[in-house]
């Protein structure tokens, strides 16, 4: 089914209390040859509708595995993955992919941008994915653009911007079919910390207009910036908190020294 209405971010995009995302001790086998790594094992969590949560952990924790079982692009190998109360496991591949491109949208560290298209072609794209109108599209990747800062910036090439402003495109690209759920992995891992900041302060801005965001860092002062952190370790949930005295991103950055690019 498409949806045609325009993306408004104003409006949350859930009932604060509803649960987008709720995993039933899930396990994640990948078979090497021979060998076989245990790359989840029994992780259960509950994530609400405006939540903003990032997950931590040394490498190899199974940071990405969990990230990517979230995001659809991957099956548990046992355990259940709800996802808006719906079992993601008992999904065909054509249903996962509806899924994947009504409900989420994702953000890697490598801002993923095709280097012969505009900012907007850029964001424009997904819409074509959903069978959006050309025109549709075009105003919603506007309006994203719009949103992460990019409003003037609309019709440069990658390499006319900067590593914040390709990941801001990137943000806005994964937002243009106004996903219910934002998922990042390490989207700050090749900026440098002023640039994080100013990808935090647009996360803080979109999670306080109703986004429900996963975000994967193994930055401990980037982790701050979001609500409720997840320690992983060796496949496994070893520590789940809220974050006390949560710092403002927009508010950071007012103090920092300004550095020319
Ligand atoms: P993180 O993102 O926390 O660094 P990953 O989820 O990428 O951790 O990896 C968890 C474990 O699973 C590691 O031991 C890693 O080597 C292994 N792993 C990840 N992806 C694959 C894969 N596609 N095939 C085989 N092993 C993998
Ligand atoms: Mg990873």
Known sequence: MVTTSRP???QPAAKPSEIVIRTDDIHKYYELGETRVHALRGVSIEIRAGEFVAIMGASGSGKSTFMNILGCLDKPSSGEYLLDGIAVSKLSKNELAHIRNQKIGFVFQGFNLLSRTTALENVELPTL??????AEGQTRAQDALKLVGLGERMLHFPSQLSGGQQQRVAIARALVNQPSLLLADEPTGN???RTSIEIMDVLQKLNAKGLTI??????????TFAKRTIQFRDGKIRQDELVADRPVAAEVLRQMPVLED
Do not use: G
């Open 8 to 10: 408004d971010l104003t």
């Open 214 to 223: 996963v975000l994967v860092t193994h930055e401990p002062d980037i982790a």
């Open 191 to 193: 900026l440098d910390s």
């Open 129 to 134: 994915y959903a069978h959006i109108s050309r």
